[in-house]
T-cell receptor, first 114, second 114 residues
Framework: DQQVKQNSPSLSVQEGRISILNCDYTNSMFDYFLWYKKYPAEGPTFLISISSIKDKNEDGRFTVFLNKSAKHLSLHIVPSQPGDSAVYFCAASERNFGNEKLTFGTGTRLTIIP | GAGVSQSPSNKVTEKGKDVELRCDPISGHTALYWYRQSLGQGLEFLIYFQGNSAPDKSGLPSDRFSAERTGGSVSTLTIQRTQQEDSAVYLC????????????FGDGTRLSIL
């Protein structure tokens, strides 16, 4: 049972335009959400997170939106740059007194076209 | 270095052999996690360590898998009698104790079972 779903395995976006990556979840106990970026042969790198008490968090070119009623979050990257080409993973955790084991989606491969 | 260090980076072994994978977390991080990523899949939680508390082993797929964390720092993941389905990238992450802190990942060990 996939509790975190990224339904788009790949996405291509022109350089300078906005990239929108989507993520859906089914577990209503999730209360903390993260996006990680992964290059080949490297470990995932933390990008941005959002707590369930918020609906938006922004950090430079990256913004994460959370719609709790729809159990949906999205990552916006604007403007997109060639270095953004990577696999992006959505992850979620439950409030469990410090044990934030993460449940990951299967990832979306983003390609930025120069 | 300042990041999570994993060794070896690659391991090829024959079916039925035992393997040990090592993780050195970031200094001062009390939480340590193991995940694995099989081909085309997201990261799958395996086990979590926090200080002197009993580890959360709920993600270990079988009793062939075990892990230790010595002195609250270095961790070893052991897979006994390896099977071909154990082939994956095994990733270690660490984080500070305080809740909702992002986990920092190592570059992983790519395990191939022949």
């Amino acid at each position: 049972d996939q509790q975190v779903k990224q339904n788009s395995p790949s996405l291509s976006v022109q350089e300078g335009r906005i990239s929108i990556l989507n993520c859906d979840y089914t577990n209503s106990m999730f209360d903390y959400f993260l996006w990680y970026k992964k290059y080949p042969a490297e470990g995932p790198t933390f990008l941005i997170s959002i707590s369930s008490i918020k609906d938006k968090n922004e950090d430079g070119r990256f913004t994460v939106f959370l719609n709790k009623s729809a159990k949906h979050l999205s990552l916006h990257i604007v403007p997109s740059q060639p270095g953004d080409s990577a696999v992006y993973f959505c992850a979620a955790s439950e409030r469990n007194f410090g044990n934030e084991k993460l449940t990951f989606g299967t990832g979306t491969r983003l390609t930025i076209i120069p | 270095g300042a990041g999570v260090s994993q060794s070896p980076s690659n391991k090829v072994t024959e079916k039925g052999k035992d393997v040990e994978l090592r993780c050195d977390p970031i200094s001062g991080h009390t939480a340590l996690y193991w995940y694995r990523q099989s081909l085309g899949q997201g990261l799958e939680f395996l086990i979590y360590f926090q200080g002197n508390s009993a580890p959360d082993k709920s993600g270990l797929p079988s009793d062939r898998f075990s892990a230790e964390r010595t002195g609250g720092s270095v961790s070893t993941l052991t897979i006994q009698r390896t099977q071909q389905e154990d082939s994956a990238v095994y990733l270690c992450a660490s984080s500070p104790y305080y809740g909702n802190q992002p986990q920092h990942f190592g570059d992983g060990t790519r395990l191939s079972i022949l």
